[in-house]
């Protein structure tokens, strides 16, 4: 399976201010739920027109129907229960998003579609010769976050298969849905694969009771189990993202702790990597990736407004391309540009900026 273009996007954007009054409302008890989709449907109408003339030809709903872009597609799973994340204020005045608590609680199961309506909005917006995409949460969160303590030893007594098997099934039933509403793009968001590669992070595994070298391997083992159920003829692509929350990020590190368990094991067509700074490591462990896939080289930041050159963008594809085939790779903003509502701290017009340089800049390199 092929991307649309060179150049793609990884999917949220930020949201008007009309949208954000309307949630607040709607959070207050002054509108009701189908007020709040007729904005949301406005909106986006409007985010969808803007990501088509600036000319992506994969095209996202901006996740303008969500307040995070996990919890909100996570608690519609049956036997998932989670809490809303907690903003913590750190001691140099920056703010981060601490993990939110998602606990499997019971079977876990397709309780009904989750993004089938929300497809079918965007699909009727969206012009022929363009692919309206769908982002969803990594199925790897219902384990990461918790370890075995978060999820029921009532429901799964042992994890390996059963939990494994009923998240992939359920996973599976949500992509056919999607499916059978005309959807051939589906993008999964994971953040655990990239915090596996701090410290910090692999530490806190082993304070779980799981081996931070084992599970990059083990997870493979999960999205193939996904990849299975996936229908023919979807596209499947995973985007690795250090966190997202108000220009600032959870993780760092080189991927080569999870890059041979990415790249050469998971069954996916392509990887969307973060590469717009020193954290995020050299392109070494992009000798992994096999023949038949594509990594998408996040090179253009989205935390900030500050532009990158194209010079300097040429200059780092040609780097990457020392370990992985030019015609395997691609170009992106390194995130999307609000991960939750709050967004970062970026004008909305760098949005636009931001991404025709993307696009420029792919088509100097890879052509039309």
Known sequence: MQLPARYDHVGSFLRPQYLLEARDKKAKGEIGAEALREVEDKAIAEIVKFQQDVGLKS???????????????LEQLGGVKTDIPVTV????????????????????RHAKDIQRADFEYL?????????????IPSPTMLHFRGGRAGISKTAYPELDPAFYDDVAKAYGDELKSLYDAGCRYVQMDDTNLAYLCDEKMREAARQRGDDPNELPHRYAGFINKVVAHKPEGMLLAMHLCRGNFKSTH????????????????????????????????????LRFLPKGKTVVLGLVTTKFGEMES??????????????APLEQLALSP???????????????????????????????????
């Open 89 to 108: 204020k750190k001691a140099d005045g920056t703010e981060e998003l601490a993990p939110p608590v998602i606990r499997v609680i019971d079977k876990v």
């Open 310 to 323: 194209k010079d300097d963008l040429k200059r780092r594809i040609d780097e990457a391309a020392k370990h």
């Open 59 to 73: 095209i996202t709903d901006g996740e303008f129907r969500r307040t995070y872009f996990h919890i909100d597609f």
């Open 334 to 368: 390194q995130c999307g540009f609000s991960s939750t509502v709050h967004g970062n701290n970026i004008a909305v017009e760098a949005q636009r900026q931001k991404l025709r340089l993307v696009i420029e800049t792919a088509q100097e390199v890879w052509g039309n």
């Open 123 to 135: 699909k009727g917006q969206v012009a022929a010769s363009c692919t309206p995409k769908v982002t």
């Open 250 to 285: 959870a993780a760092a590190g080189n991927y080569e702790p999870v890059a041979e368990a990415l790249l050469a094991e998971m069954n996916l067509d392509a990887f969307f990597l973060e590469y717009d700074d020193d954290r995020s490591g050299d392109f070494r462990p």
